[in-house]
């Protein structure tokens, strides 16, 4: 299969800021991943970059083969869709699907307008006229008609209801499966994405964590809980992952699921399965125990 990204050791530095630090991966051809991180893990500065709308401080990038700064093939064969996504205020929704249609050689208009009057859009109105979560939802339709063989969504769901991003996500699955293609998905909805994705990238502090397809990381950890006594002792020799005191004895640990369960319940210590969404949190968790400890410490001053 081709690989359509490739960056190596990349770098993104702000002042003496990095927001991506020598990260590296790669993407494979016609795949989904969710691209997942906490607030400020570098996310959209990764997206912008394989976009070619930022320049990259140090490292390699290459988007079809090509350092994508700048670079007309690559932005030809990319789109990138946000919140921010603006267009001009003297066009219609019609005369921007319209002009969509005249710079993207993929685009589907009859996608366009069928998904256009599935969500109730009005053709003759304005693009800033469009409430928060609508407006999402345009740039998705743009996003999806489009075409593109390397499609680009940084937080595509934001201000929609439950309802339009579960259709949101529906519709990107079925347009996906009838015209394959890259398409790399931020968002901090893990939980609502994992029957779309064949892999999630998580990143932190602007580095790559984990790169895997959905099923290994479903099955990539398990939660230890029991006394605090047989639970310290059954994790000594293990990579664990995040631990919590529940109480004065009860203790709640994450391990590498690389063992055999039946030790542990002969110990008395529960096992059981951690999800993808928990296990990326618990992964880039920034500070040791949770919110409760905040409230025990202010409780006992
Ligand atoms: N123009 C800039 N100047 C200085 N720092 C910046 C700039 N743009 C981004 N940053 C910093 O780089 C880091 C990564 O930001 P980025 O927007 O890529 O994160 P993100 O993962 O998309 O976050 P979120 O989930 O909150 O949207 C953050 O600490 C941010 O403050």
């Not at 920034?286 to 400890?293: C, E, M, R, S, V």
């Amino acid at each position: 299969m081709n690989v359509v990204v490739e960056c190596n050791r990349l770098v993104k530095q702000y002042g003496n800021f990095k927001a991506l630090d020598e990260l590296t991966f790669s993407l494979k051809e016609n795949t989904i991943t969710g691209l997942i991180g906490r607030n400020g893990a570098g996310k959209t500065t990764l997206l912008k970059i394989l976009a070619g709308f930022w320049r990259e401080t140090a490292g390699e990038v290459s988007v079809f083969g090509k350092r994508p700064f700048n670079t007309l093939d690559v932005s030809m064969n990319v789109i990138f869709v946000d919140d921010m996504m603006s267009f001009t205020n003297t066009l219609t929704l019609k005369e921007i699907l319209d002009e969509a249609g005249k710079f993207y050689p993929n685009w589907d208009h009859e996608l366009a307008l069928g998904l256009m009057d599935y969500f109730q859009f009005h053709l003759n109105h304005n693009h800033h006229s469009l409430s928060k979560g609508k407006r999402s939802t345009f740039n998705m339709i743009v996003g999806l008609a489009a075409k593109c063989p390397l499609t680009i969504l940084d937080e595509p769901t934001t201000g929609m209801d439950a309802a339009v991003r579960k259709d949101f996500y529906r519709a990107l699955l079925k347009d996906y499966l009838n015209s394959p293609r890259t398409i790399v998905i931020s968002s901090h909805h893990l939980e609502e994405m994992e029957d779309l994705l064949e892999d999630v990238l998580l990143i932190d502090g602007g580095k790559n964590i984990l790169h895997l397809p959905i099923d290994d990381l479903k099955e990539y950890a398990v939660a230890l809980s029991g006394k605090s006594v047989a639970v310290l002792q059954a994790i000594e020799k293990k990579e664990v992952l995040y631990k919590q005191n529940i109480d004065a004895d009860n203790c709640y640990a994450v391990v590498r699921n690389d063992f055999s369960h039946d030790e542990m319940k002969q110990l008395g210590i529960g096992v059981v399965p951690v999800t993808p969404n928990d296990l990326c949190v618990y992964l880039t968790n920034q500070t040791k125990g949770g919110i409760d400890d905040v409230f025990n410490k202010h409780k006992s001053v």
